[in-house]
């Protein structure tokens, strides 16, 4: 199984790319990529630009990438309650490729972590709603709240109820997609 995993979140100190890393690495396949939007040139989204210089070829790049998994885990940066801008640009240019609506009908396991208690909550209600209507199947979500108490990079999830709840979703994943 293909697996390709990234963060709604450019930032260079990504709490979301740290979660997301973490969970493929879970899944133990290996075949799994962790991309980094940082590493893709995708100008800010508007028609005028697509009309005078077509599709960037990063996002072309993306969107192979993300025809040919077989599950994508995305873990999104909430901010001020919805997507980072990088993902939402990331998202309408996506949505200009081939007709194709942006997420080539895969399945994906949606997460989101934040330094507060709700954990990014409201951009994964967002998201859990809007991908489907961008040929998304969200299968599962995932709720990391209070990123700095409960995760570090040696141990990964720290809190054990949310560190089973993290495994049991991986397993439950492994199973309906038969990895």
Same mark, same amino acid.
């Given at each position: 199984m293909k697996i390709t995993a990234f963060a709604g979140s450019n930032s260079k100190t990504s709490i979301n790319k740290r979660l997301v890393t973490y969970t493929a690495s879970l899944f133990n396949q290996p075949d799994t990529t962790v991309l980094d939007l940082n590493d893709y040139d995708m100008p800010l989204y508007g028609m005028d630009l697509e009309l005078e210089n077509g599709i960037p070829? #990063?996002?072309l790049k993306i969107s192979t990438i993300l025809k040919e998994s077989d599950l994508l885990i995305i873990s999104l940066a909430e901010h001020n309650g919805a997507y980072a801008t990088v993902f939402k640009n990331l998202f #309408?240019?996506?949505s200009r490729v #081939?007709?194709?609506?942006?997420f080539h009908n895969k399945p994906i396991f949606l997460m989101a972590s934040s330094p507060g208690g709700r954990g990014?909550?409201?951009?994964l209600e967002i998201a859990k709603a809007r991908l489907p209507f961008n040929d998304g199947e969200v299968i599962d979500t995932y709720s990391l709240p209070n990123f700095?108490?409960?995760?570090?990079d040696k141990d990964g999830i720290t809190d054990p109820e949310l560190k089973s709840i993290l495994f049991d979703k991986i397993e439950n994943i492994k199973s309906q997609l038969k990895f």
């Open positions: 070829n #990063d996002i #309408d240019w996506l #081939d007709g194709t609506k942006g990014g909550a409201s951009v700095s108490s409960n995760f570090n």
